[in-house]
């Protein structure tokens, strides 16, 4: 390894030290996320160690819900000088009003299911009918 790959790390080293897969690294990669500090002649990707911690973030941004454009958003404004607190703080406050409509959905849903299972005719032995495959399910009204 030549003196200016020195200190770096490869892509599987990356993967490996943050738990994220290789082909995850790369899309990150693709679309802007990370970008590797160097390749090599054989097309290895070497990242610095301060990308451990960029990769951490994003795994954290989305496990509380941050969409990889957030994210991405995210990493601009603090890419640009400015603080990226503020625009955190705003995506948060929207995350919350869908987590709540969310919620308030999957309560629907929950209630309707128990209904169901309910009022359910035990008809598990009968045979189903060419117009439909399971009655219980038949019966839930959405809209198509």
Same mark, same amino acid.
């Given at each position: 390894?030549?003196?200016?790959?020195?200190?770096?790390?490869?892509?599987?080293?990356? =993967?490996?030290?943050? *738990?994220?897969?290789?082909?995850?690294?790369?899309?990150?990669?693709?679309?802007?996320?990370?970008?590797?500090?160097?390749?090599? *002649? =054989?097309?290895?990707?070497?990242?610095? #160690?301060?990308?451990?911690?960029?990769?951490?973030?994003?795994?954290? =941004?989305?496990?509380?819900?941050?969409?990889?454009?957030?994210? #991405?958003?995210?990493?601009?404004?603090?890419?640009?000088?400015?603080?990226?607190?503020?625009?955190?703080?705003?995506? =948060?406050?929207? #995350?919350?009003?869908?987590?709540?409509? #969310?919620?308030?959905?999957?309560?629907?849903?929950?209630?309707?299911?128990?209904?169901?299972?309910?009022?359910?005719?035990?008809?598990?032995?009968?045979?189903?009918?060419? *117009?439909?495959?399971?009655?219980?399910?038949?019966?839930?009204?959405?809209?198509?």
């Amino acid at each position: 390894m030549g003196n200016s790959l020195k200190g770096l790390l490869k892509i599987g080293e990356i =993967a490996k030290i943050t *738990s994220v897969a290789v082909s995850t690294l790369r899309y990150y990669e693709e679309i802007g996320l990370v970008q590797p500090t160097d390749k090599s *002649s =054989a097309k290895y990707r070497y990242y610095k #160690k301060d990308d451990v911690q960029l990769i951490v973030f994003i795994k954290k =941004a989305q496990n509380i819900g941050f969409t990889l454009d957030e994210i #991405k958003l995210i990493l601009s404004e603090r890419s640009s000088g400015k603080s990226p607190c503020p625009k955190v703080r705003d995506l =948060a406050q929207r #995350k919350i009003v869908e987590l709540r409509d #969310k919620i308030k959905d999957l309560k629907l849903i929950e209630r309707d299911l128990k209904r169901y299972v309910l009022n359910c005719c035990h008809e598990e032995d009968s045979k189903p009918h060419e *117009s439909n495959v399971c009655k219980m399910i038949d019966k839930i009204k959405i809209k198509i």
